[in-house]
């Protein structure tokens, strides 16, 4: 048997499944303010559960920490490429109180300075040492980004082992583990991953410690699929939007549907996402977390506020459609009886808690390369696989059993030169204990 857990602010749903993932039981219990681990470990005391082989928990902790200011540690951020990376600071835009929460300080430093490596600078190696001397005793984590690290992240690497000697194990977060191309997305993305290490180290070794040695332990992540605890502590900025995911990811197990426009009605809002293909769809471009955005892979979501007017609503699922051909319309969550349309299916009040359940563990990679000659793509396409396959292991699937999401090369036209993004996605079942 396994069980998925759906931490909320208010409440907490926990779900049962036997074999071949059929529901067994479903339970709502108040949550513990400002602690999901409680949380967790009082849905599955309610819940009954004998021994388990797994547990998936759906943590929303990490965006309710970015959006509170709260529990956050403080970062040095260093960007690494020179004056082509001066256009724009670290961290500009940032919300002030944000900034205050997170940043220690910043820096940016020669290094990289084209899109061939015949045309890259050494990295300022003094520099890196000098910023992260100046930075000891205020700093709590660092976060490196690279502005050519999609192309290679040598320079990174090299940063952060410069930066481990000079300050000892502190958590160090690099902008190259996360992908997306725009070097504002993916840098504020590493430092919220950077921001939050202590939050995912605390709740990792807090959900190890709760759980039976025996249970495999996962969390969600915001792409809709799940990763092991040891993967929360090192990257914790993939659980933000996990909730939203494991929500949609729900809908679709409950009514079979892989394709669909789903309202999650809660207490204080509705919030309106589609599923493609049994997956979240994502937010185009990225999206904004504690008011920042932000280069991950986060559901699209449009929220009504409650009370709502019907045409508020019927105006949102339309916004979500993806064409003329219109998606069937799942509603659910607590409040899912205020939207009389639509497909209300049974255990839809716990639809996060069933996501989390039946998700498998991904992984991802992405990287921008030079190709000259188009024959040479389908062997650096699935060199890429071959990473996103790695990934997913490494997030805790099952080797045996890790399947190709997705596969894509797009051209970039607007780089001088053959330059191509490639990308994939991978997943696969939970490895058992």
């Known amino acids: 048997m396994k069980a998925g857990v759906d931490v909320g602010p208010t409440n907490t749903d926990a779900a049962l499944l036997g074999h071949a993932d059929a529901i067994l039981s479903t339970v709502k219990v ?20 004998p ?35 001066q256009a724009v600071r670290p961290l500009f835009g940032w919300p002030e109180d944000l900034l205050r929460a997170v940043c220690a300080a910043t820096a940016i430093v020669d290094g990289g300075g084209g899109l061939d490596r015949e045309d890259w600078t050494p990295l300022d190696t003094v520099a890196v040492a000098r910023f992260a001397a100046g930075v000891a005793g205020r700093a709590q984590a660092v976060a490196i980004t690279g502005l050519f690290s999609p192309l290679d992240a040598e320079q990174e690497l090299e940063a952060a082992d410069i930066v481990r000697a000079e300050l000892g194990d502190l958590p160090v977060a690099l902008s190259a583990d996360l992908g997306s191309l725009g070097l504002i997305e993916r840098e504020n993305a590493t430092v919220l991953d950077a921001a939050l290490s202590g939050f995912a180290t605390d709740v990792a070794a807090r959900l190890a410690a709760a759980l039976s040695p025996v249970t495999a332990v996962h969390v969600t992540r915001g792409d809709g699929t799940l990763m092991s605890l040891e993967h929360l502590a090192r990257h914790p900025g993939l659980s933000l939007g996990s909730g939203p995911a494991s929500m949609l990811r729900g809908a679709g197990v409950l009514t ?18 589609a599923l493609a293909g049994g997956f979240p769809e994502e937010a185009p471009g990225g999206a904004r977390i504690g008011g920042v955005p932000v280069g991950l892979r986060i559901p699209e979501l449009i929220r009504v506020p409650r009370p709502f007017e019907p045409a508020e609503l019927a105006e949102a699922v339309d916004r979500m459609q993806p064409g003329a051909d219109r998606l069937p319309l799942v509603v659910v969550g607590g409040g899912e009886r205020a939207v009389p349309g639509g497909l209300h299916p049974a255990h839809g009040t716990a639809a996060g808690a069933i996501g989390a359940a039946t998700s498998p563990v991904g992984g991802q990679y992405e990287r921008v390369v030079r190709l000259p000659d188009r024959s040479d793509l389908p062997a650096a396409l699935e060199a890429v696989i071959e990473e996103a396959r790695a990934s997913a292991v490494r997030a805790g699937a099952d080797p045996r059993h890790v399947r190709v999401l997705e596969a894509a090369d797009t051209p970039l036209a607007y780089l001088p030169g053959p330059f191509v993004r490639l990308r ?9 204990l």
Do not use: F, N, W
Not at 31 to 37: A, K, L, Q, T
Not at 58 to 74: C, E, F, I, P
């Open 51 to 85: 021994r388990l082989a797994q547990v998936a928990v759906g943590l929303r902790g990490a965006a309710s920490a970015v959006d509170d200011r709260r529990g956050l540690y403080k970062v040095a951020v260093l960007r690494i490429g020179g004056h082509e990376a």
């Open 424 to 432: 994939a996605r991978a997943a696969g079942p939970p490895a058992q």
């Open 256 to 273: 079979g549907l892989e394709d669909a426009v789903v309202a999650d009605v809660g207490a204080r809002r509705v919030r309106v996402g």
């Open 30 to 49: 108040a949550s513990v303010p400002g602690d999901p681990v409680a949380s967790v470990t009082a849905a599955l005391a309610r819940l009954g559960a």
